[in-house]
Antibody, heavy 121, light 110 residues
Framework: EVQLLESGGGVVRPGGSLRLSCVAS????????MSWVRQVAGKGLEWVAG????????RYVDSVKGRFTISRDNAKNTLYLEASSLRAEDTARYYC??????????????WGQGTLVTVSS | QSVLTQPPSASGTPGQRVTISCSGG????????INWYQQFPGAAPKLLIY???QRPSGVPDRFSGFSSGTSASLAISGLQSEDEADYYC???????????FGGGTKLTVL
């Protein structure tokens, strides 16, 4: 059974930083691309970033380029999202997703339960 | 403002057939596949339909997907009370070089 367990969320001041982690199990982690998708409470879904099976190819939504970095450690079956220069509009639940294929251009096949990030002074 | 456009709400009675539309453009639905996600309150989204009309294992065949040109639709036949949820469409956008979602449709079973 695929399991994705996110952690690292919390309350951070505007301009601050956080590192989100997602520990994966139940599948061969280094065969699949991974992504982060976020959702503001009561609102819709927004893709944030994705990377391929090796981490050598990454993609970002324009609003986080230069501020967020997605990466993975295949030896630890872990996906990361380093978020810096955080803004109030980054407040959301962040979901870790396993993609259906090896590239970042694959559908979101499995989702974790999410970790909540609140940017507030 | 979402890149893909969905109606904010839809409704039907048990047993009815309901469709939810998703309108996009030439850089997303027009040239790339579309996927649908189902989300219950307080839960994570779940993949419902992928590659326009494919169902992951475990998804009832009451759910079906269609696409034509720059639009797509999700159809739910034999509507059941447990289908009450939010539904999102998503497609890769070649111009934005990223995934785009619809704003979501809240389905109510009357």
């Amino acid at each position: 059974e695929v399991q994705l367990l996110e952690s690292g969320g919390g309350v951070v001041r505007p301009g601050g930083s956080l590192r989100l982690s997602c520990v994966a199990s139940g599948f061969t982690f280094d065969d699949y691309g991974m992504s982060w998708v976020r959702q503001v409470a009561g609102k819709g879904l927004e893709w944030v970033a994705g990377l391929n099976f090796s981490g050598g190819s990454t993609r970002y939504v324009d609003s986080v380029k230069g501020r967020f970095t997605i990466s993975r450690d295949n030896a630890k079956n872990t996906l990361y999202l380093e978020a810096s220069s955080l803004r109030a509009e980054d407040t959301a639940r962040y979901y870790c997703t396993k993609l259906a294929g090896a590239t970042a251009v694959s559908q979101f096949e499995h989702w974790g339960q999410g970790t909540l990030v609140t940017v507030s002074s | 403002q979402s890149v893909l456009t969905q109606p904010p709400s839809a409704s039907g009675t048990p047993g009815q057939r309901v469709t939810i539309s998703c309108s996009g453009g030439s850089s997303n639905i027009g040239i790339n596949t579309i996927n649908w996600y189902q989300q219950f309150p307080g839960a994570a989204p779940k993949l419902l339909i992928y590659s326009i009309d494919q169902r992951p294992s475990g998804v009832p065949d009451r759910f079906s997907g269609f696409s034509s040109g720059t639009s797509a639709s999700l159809a739910i036949s034999g509507l059941q009370s447990e289908d009450e949820a939010d539904y999102y469409c998503a497609s890769w956008d070649d111009s934005l070089n990223g995934w785009v979602f619809g704003g979501g449709t809240k389905l109510t079973v009357l």
